[in-house]
């Protein structure tokens, strides 16, 4: 399996399936019908798309525009980036400062906005709001499922096959430990920064 068999299940599950639950199941049956290097393939190709999104500027990106600053969050936040496809991961990863622009983000940001279009929100359907929120954890456990449908073993050994191939994860970020993200950091408190780096999430927040 190459990044280009990666991507097209990524994006084939999305299309194949309606909900989040069903697509975790849908890869999860893909994956579970090939061999067991083709799942390892797969989970390498995961924490190496996974390792590209852990990075201090698209951590900041999700920090100002969601008002969210949890780890863990920020993780599976990079799981639903990858949901969206690669052309939309790859350009936001490359800019995080892009993330602003995305259909998906307008929609969700416009349904936090008060007086006229609160009643939006209220009217959506509490179902539909959890699967668009802007995280996807389960996605992330696929390979792990599979591997361990196919082996019958330990989902441990998934990840240390990936360490015998020499591809670790950025993933999950423990700073006592010293996983941080990636790339110079940088005060979040300092607006001249921020509207550096980040001009059109800038512009959005002055709005």
């Given at each position: 399996m190459d990044v280009d068999d990666f991507w097209d299940l990524i994006e084939r599950s999305g299309r194949e399936t309606d909900t989040r639950r069903a697509r975790v199941s849908w890869?999860?049956?893909e994956l579970s019908r090939r061999p067991v290097e083709e799942i390892i393939d797969?989970?390498?190709?995961?924490?190496?798309?996974?390792?590209?999104?852990?990075?201090?500027?698209?951590?900041?990106?999700?920090?100002?525009?969601?008002?969210?600053?949890?780890?863990?969050?920020?993780?599976y936040?990079?799981?639903?980036?990858?949901?969206?496809?690669?052309?939309t991961f790859e350009a936001v990863?490359?800019?995080p400062d892009r993330l602003i622009e995305l259909p998906q983000v307008l929609h969700?940001?416009?349904?936090?906005?008060p007086s006229?279009?609160?009643?939006?929100?209220?009217?959506?359907?509490?179902?539909?709001?959890?699967?668009?929120?802007?995280e996807f954890d389960p996605l992330g456990h696929v390979a792990y499922h599979?591997?361990?449908?196919?082996?019958?073993?330990?989902?441990?050994?998934?990840?240390?096959?990936?360490d015998a191939r020499g591809v670790s994860g950025g993933f999950p970020l423990v700073p006592a430990l010293g996983n941080v993200p990636?790339?110079?950091?940088?005060?979040?408190?300092?607006?001249?920064?921020?509207?550096?780096?980040?001009?059109r999430i800038a512009r959005y927040r002055d709005q």
């Open positions: 890869l999860v049956d797969y989970h390498i190709w995961w924490t190496t798309t996974q390792n590209r999104g852990c990075t201090i500027d698209l951590y900041a990106a999700y920090w100002f525009v969601f008002r969210m600053g949890s780890l863990d969050g920020f993780e936040f990079v799981n639903w980036l990858v949901s969206l496809g690669r052309e990863t490359d800019c969700l940001l416009e349904l936090e906005k006229a279009t609160s009643a939006k929100r209220w009217l959506q359907d509490p179902e539909q709001m959890r699967e668009e929120q802007p599979a591997y361990e449908q196919v082996t019958g073993q330990d989902p441990d050994g998934l990840g240390e096959a990936a990636h790339g110079e950091q940088w005060d979040f408190d300092d607006e001249q920064e921020m509207a550096r780096r980040l001009p």
